[in-house]
């Protein structure tokens, strides 16, 4: 999971990213990433030694092997979850590319939903809000306007 994890920074710094990050913030990213998988993958090493013995066990298609329900769920809900980040940031470029959307903001395509709130609430949120600011003016706040939700639907 750390490596899959990685690949897709790799691959949105490479191709994804078209916009420069400073040192410092390239360095919180990079902290922040390699803590968090240090600290998933530890948990997922703890839940899988011991869900491996749980049951139900649930077949591995095309295999003879089984693993148990909870680590099944898991696999899949990563999977899920960095295949829809990574499709949604190749959305986002997709829009980027077309000249006629220079200067505007990304509203189309898939987006998740966050899976580490208090970064998100207490980091991204208002790091992005000042960029976007700065960037955008009328155009942000209109859009801020338009949807009062920085993270969840009817809540924040």
């Known amino acids: 999971m750390a490596a899959a994890s990685a690949l897709k920074q790799v691959i949105w710094l490479?191709?994804?990213?078209?916009?420069?990050?400073?040192?410092?913030?390239?360095?919180?990213?990079?902290?922040?990433?390699?803590?968090?998988?240090?600290?998933?993958?530890?948990?997922?090493?703890?839940?899988?030694?011991?869900?491996?013995?749980?049951?139900?066990?649930?077949?591995?298609?095309?295999?003879?092997?089984?693993?148990?329900?909870?680590?099944?769920?898991?696999?899949?809900?990563?999977?899920?979850?960095?295949?829809?980040?990574?499709?949604?940031?190749?959305?986002?470029?997709q829009f980027k590319d077309i000249p006629a959307n220079k200067g505007k903001i990304c509203t189309t395509g898939l987006w998740v939903v966050a899976w580490h709130a208090w970064v998100f609430t207490m980091r991204s949120i208002p790091e992005v809000d000042d960029y976007m600011d700065g960037r955008y003016d009328e155009q942000w706040k209109k859009y801020k306007k338009d949807v009062p939700y920085a993270l969840l639907p009817g809540v924040y």
């Open 14 to 93: 490479i191709y994804l990213s078209e916009e420069e990050m400073p040192p410092q913030t390239a360095i919180g990213v990079g902290i922040y990433n390699s803590v968090a998988n240090s600290l998933m993958s530890l948990a997922l090493v703890t839940a899988a030694s011991s869900a491996v013995l749980a049951t139900p066990l649930v077949r591995i298609p095309g295999t003879t092997q089984a693993v148990s329900l909870l680590i099944a769920l898991g696999t899949a809900v990563y999977a899920v979850g960095i295949a829809a980040e990574t499709v949604s940031e190749f959305q986002r470029k």
